[in-house]
């Protein structure tokens, strides 16, 4: 993880994910398990982490997420649409059984995919840094820009440190919107 603040943040998403009985998932491409570590690196993560689906091939993403294959023709892997599709088809590729219950979809997804460089996206010519962060909640889905410097580390890491951010943004605004 990039910062102690990061590690903190992601302790503060499990502590709420737990109180709140919710399963997270990870669809990962540019950051290639990166999101998942910064998740699993935090004691308790089991309480709420499923698990993740790198899908740094392009095809994986619709073998695995279910992402549609004639949009990855169209627009490439590094899509708003595309880390939607990613993000949704996540909790479906890690549902688990809850307790002695039926196998259910995780409740939470988050997705990254971008162009972690030094070359742009070979399919869109996108440049390095350009990065899609999208996290999947019930019947809504939040994706977000990113354009990002740097080597291809750190594009990586910011990549992971912005996701973080946004599945924090999403479940906190989730938990204004719960009656009292």
């Known amino acids: 993880m990039k910062s102690g603040a990061d590690r903190d943040l992601v302790a503060r998403i499990i502590e709420r994910a737990a109180s709140r009985g919710l399963r997270l998932a990870v669809a990962e491409s540019l950051t290639g398990g990166l999101l998942a570590d910064a ?3 935090v004691p308790g993560a089991s309480r709420v982490f499923s698990g993740g689906v790198v899908a740094y091939d392009t095809a994986l993403k619709h073998a695995l997420l279910g992402v549609d294959a004639e949009l990855l ?3 490439g892997p590094v899509d708003d649409e595309v880390v939607r599709q990613m993000a949704e088809g ?3 590729a890690c549902a688990t059984p809850r307790g ?3 196998v259910v979809p995780a409740d939470v997804g ?5 162009v972690a460089g030094p070359d742009p996206d070979a399919q869109t010519g996108q440049p390095a840094g350009t990065v899609w962060i999208a996290v999947s909640s019930g019947e809504r889905t939040q994706s977000r820009l990113l354009s990002l410097d740097g080597d291809r580390s750190s594009i990586r890491a910011d990549a ?3 996701a973080i951010q946004l599945l924090w943004e999403c479940l906190e605004s ?3 919107s719960e009656p009292r």
């Open 39 to 41: 998740v699993v690196s």
């Open 73 to 75: 023709r169209e627009r």
């Open 90 to 92: 996540v909790r479906r």
């Open 100 to 102: 002695s219950g039926p």
């Open 110 to 114: 988050v997705a990254t995919t971008g």
């Open 160 to 162: 992971v440190a912005a």
């Open 174 to 176: 989730e938990r204004a």
